[in-house]
């Protein structure tokens, strides 16, 4: 399977407890993506990386949010102290570096903060 | 206002149906535009990019209207496989990375 692959597919946790989450992108692809969504909402995007570098956060990226991409190929997702806000789907998606900025996406990982 | 605002429906029509529906943009500057489908609990994938010339694959027909600021995805001989959730995609200016969704349509085909 060559798309994006996500880990673990479901998360429960502990209120209070740090969870990380890992994305593995389309291999050649150099620009991944960090969206979370909730029922009944559209992804919501959190944060951009291309190559190594996060170029961008959101401000629904709060302190307890962390992302990283070491070497420029997968990426980590970890939350530390989560909250019961915090349970949805977190979704990673990558694309090349062209112009039309097509994603593709992963399967997610949800996590139910209890 | 939102980015993105879609009608959340559900839009329930038996096999065979024309259904149509669209999606508002708020920035006029918008550069890119997007129709993805999302299964219950699945990953959202793309279904096809919309052009300013619209555009067609298969039976689905996307239309962008610039000056109303809004986008349209018609399904003809809509099957069973079709039921799903419709994503409304915008690449807002001043970056070309960021996708901002709507909150989909949900479309119903029924046998």
């Known amino acids: 399977d060559t798309g994006v692959s996500q880990d673990p597919r479901h998360k429960i946790t502990k209120r209070g407890q740090n969870v990380t989450f890992r994305c593995d992108p389309i291999s050649e692809h150099n620009r991944l993506y960090w969206y979370r969504q909730t029922l009944g909402q559209g992804p919501e995007f959190l944060t951009y990386?291309?190559?190594?570098?996060?170029?961008?956060k959101s401000r629904l990226l709060s302190d307890r949010f962390s992302a990283e991409r070491p070497k420029g190929s997968f990426s980590t997702l970890e939350i530390q102290r989560t909250e019961q806000g915090d349970s949805a789907m977190y979704l990673c998606a990558s694309s090349p570096n062209v112009a039309k900025n097509i994603q593709y996406f992963g399967a997610g990982t949800r996590l139910s903060v209890l | 206002r939102k980015e993105v605002e879609q009608d959340p429906g559900p839009f329930n029509v038996p096999e065979g149906a024309t259904v149509a529906f669209n999606c508002t943009y708020s920035n006029s500057a918008s550069q890119s535009f997007f129709w993805y489908r999302q299964d219950c609990r699945k990953e959202p994938k793309l279904l096809m990019s919309?052009?300013?010339s619209g555009n067609e694959d298969g039976r689905f027909t996307a239309q962008l209207n610039r000056a109303s600021q809004y986008i349209s995805l018609l399904i003809r001989d809509s099957k069973l496989s079709d039921s799903a959730t419709y994503l409304c995609v915008v690449n807002p200016p001043g970056n070309d990375y960021k996708l901002s969704f709507g909150a989909g349509t949900t479309v119903t085909v029924r046998a």
């Open positions: 919309v052009y300013s």
């Open positions: 990386f291309q190559n190594e570098a996060q170029l961008e």
